[in-house]
């Protein structure tokens, strides 16, 4: 899946510019970013509701314009509002679903009951669904796409209104979904979803892909971002100081009484040769402790605003 040069407007506000974006088969990608960033947007124009102001996006090589038919064919989405008629129950809406995605009826109450208690919605099976609370409205548009099994699965900040033991849950069974054969996009502005989630993470600022990559080279780019804490049996010594500098990368050392702290890019790499430096010197290590960067960080490193503080 990919967009090459995917634009947006709504009259003057540029909700996608220029955005080359891919996801690679049979990986979760979670695109990170705050309400107003574009992720809805992108999600709209790939599930063909909405149509690109300029530029193109195609899903398992197919344009979502040209080819928006067959695009719904092979893709399934859960939407960030769930949807459902209000007088149904969640059973009948399911039963609906896989009716309309050629899932063998001898398969489907198995189906839908299986991925029902997998999602603790059993139990709400026969409510209407105005009486579903949101975590299980939410559930329920997971569940969707659960049964379905679509080659590309798109999630609409999944978790919203949903309780952690729930949230676990959902991203377990996307895991899974991903496991069975899915490739999925999983738009969200919360980053413990997105560690937990993301094969790949793509920072999504004012429209725009800012960066795309691993969580751990994402968090390897932020130079000093690994904070490194030594505490050593004796006073840590100018001449063990002056032997860590000489270790080379970047690195910055402060030190008091016996604790030394170490901003270092990767400290992976750094720690052992600290240790080694440190056996040489005769300075014994009672402890050493490692504080890697969030995704906070990154978000911040890479825009220059926190996620937390965007609207």
Known sequence: METLNLSKRYGKTDALRGLNFTVNEGEIMVILGPNGSGKTTLLMILCTILKPTSGTANVVGMDVVEDGTKVREVMGIAFQEARGFWRHKPSSILRFHASMFDIDPAKRQDLIEDTMKGLELWESRDKMFMHLSGGQ??????????????KLAIFDE?????????????????????DQGSTIIVATNEVREAEYLADRVTILHQGQRVVCDTIPKLKDAIAGGDIVEVDFEDPVSEKLVGSLNGLGGDVSLSQEGNQLRAKVSKAEDWVPKMTSASYVAGAKIASIRITEPSLDDVFLHFTGKALADQP
């Open 137 to 150: 409205a939410k559930r329920l548009e997971t569940a969707k796409v659960l049964i379905q099994k679509p």
């Open 158 to 178: 999944p978790t919203s209104q949903v309780d952690l033991r729930g949230k676990r849950k959902i991203w377990d069974k996307i895991r899974e979904l991903r």
